[in-house]
């Protein structure tokens, strides 16, 4: 019996690729993970610049309610304390985010939750909603979802909200407090010193080779381990044969600004059809950094074609039965692992993420060692 250089190979080395990459280190197993890209993180990547880490592949924040994932991700960085409070801008003015109380207040100037409720009741969808707008109108609304909803989904989906799916609205909360916290999670921040110190962390002690395209040498990479940790497209890694999944992509402009503070906020959203962007951010804000310049980002979807990154999987009904039958493909191939954003054809957020690495990881050690 040979033995194989590796117990396994991980390819790609974005949150998925490391998490599974350290926990099956510290497990005694003997790793290598490549990445096409020449830099580790994956979309999580930061990089400084005139002392601010730039979120290079759009904004990431960290929030999780689960403890064994907010203890594992503290094993690596110190997270400070940020608190995302989006605002959001439409018919040139400036709104609050999520939907809560200050938002009603700015809209209808309603004080209490029973006004503010009595205003969302009269203009609900009453049915049981299929698709995203339906969803939209049933939680908060025409007024809402016209002025801060409609433009900004086709806008970042490129389709109408009527063909989406429900789930997608689901994320964003409405509360009838004045809470303008994004997220509910329990546990929530920035890794200190930024992401990309973060992976270097995670992966301190394992081989990484950046810039290895796995597609480009398969056999001979695949004959190094036991099995392999696949964390991209699943369509491409079948070759496309059942046809192509469609992802959203997008185009991030940045710019150094000449001034200390630029739009005094970390993400404001571009609400309406007057700006062909979603969002802008403004990077130091994330770790309060102190620059004498700001470097911002603004963020344009584009349809993912040719070279461009994918970046949302459009889990629409038809994307989601060609993913079903590319699973099948998945469960038929021998030693092969599939996870990650890309891989699991899933929107998911970081901590989703790191979960199902863990998962994995958890159910992989259950097995009969091969
Ligand atoms: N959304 C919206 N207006 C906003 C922010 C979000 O309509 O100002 C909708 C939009 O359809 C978007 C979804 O909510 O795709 C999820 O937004 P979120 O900001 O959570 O997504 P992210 O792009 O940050 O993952």
Not at 154 to 172: C, H, M, N, T, V
Not at 350 to 367: G, P, Y
Request: with cysteine; hydrophobic share 35%.
């Amino acid at each position: 019996m040979t033995t194989l250089p590796y117990d396994y190979l991980i390819v790609g080395c974005g949150l998925f690729g490391a998490t599974f990459a350290r926990l099956a280190t510290d497990a005694g197993k003997h790793c290598l993970v490549i990445d096409r890209r020449p830099h580790i993180g994956g979309n999580c990547y930061t990089e400084k610049q005139d002392g601010i880490n730039v979120h290079r592949y759009g904004a990431h924040i960290f929030h999780t309610s689960n403890k064994a994932v907010w203890s594992f991700v503290n094993r690596f960085a110190e997270f400070n304390n940020y608190i995302n409070s989006p605002k959001a801008i439409s018919g040139g003015k400036l709104y609050s985010l999520p939907f809560n109380m200050n938002t009603f207040y700015e809209l209808w100037q309603t004080r209490t939750p029973a006004e503010a409720r009595r205003t969302i009741e009269a203009q609900r969808f009453l049915g049981e909603p299929t698709n995203l707008e339906e969803q939209a109108l049933s939680l908060v609304g025409k007024d809402i979802y016209e002025t801060l909803i409609r433009d900004y989904t086709r806008k970042q989906w490129g389709k109408d909200p009527r063909e989406l799916p429900a789930f997608i609205i689901r994320r964003l909360p409405l509360r009838f407090t004045y809470d303008n916290n994004y997220f509910t999670d329990r546990y929530q921040g920035i890794p200190i010193g930024g992401y990309t110190a973060l992976f270097e962390a995670m992966l301190e002690g394992i081989e990484v080779r950046l810039n290895v395209d796995y597609l480009d040498d398969r056999p001979q990479l695949t004959s190094m381990a036991r099995k392999v940790v696949y964390t991209g497209c699943i369509d491409q890694y079948f070759h496309y044969e059942l046809g192509r999944l469609e992802y959203r992509s997008l185009d991030f402009e940045s710019s150094i600004e000449e001034l200390e503070n630029f739009q005094g906020n970390a993400v404001i959203n571009y609400c309406d059809t007057s700006e062909p962007f979603t969002r802008i951010i403004e990077h130091k804000h994330f770790e309060g950094a102190n620059s004498p310049v700001t470097v911002i980002t603004r963020e344009y979807p584009k349809a993912c074609s040719g070279d461009a990154i994918p970046y949302y999987p459009i889990n629409d009904p038809a994307n989601q039965s060609l993913y079903r039958r590319y699973q099948e493909l998945a469960h038929s191939t021998d030693n092969v692992i599939f996870g990650g954003r890309l891989s699991e054809y899933k929107y998911m957020d970081m901590h989703v993420v790191i979960e199902s690495a863990m998962n994995r990881f958890r159910s992989e050690t259950r097995q009969p060692s091969a």
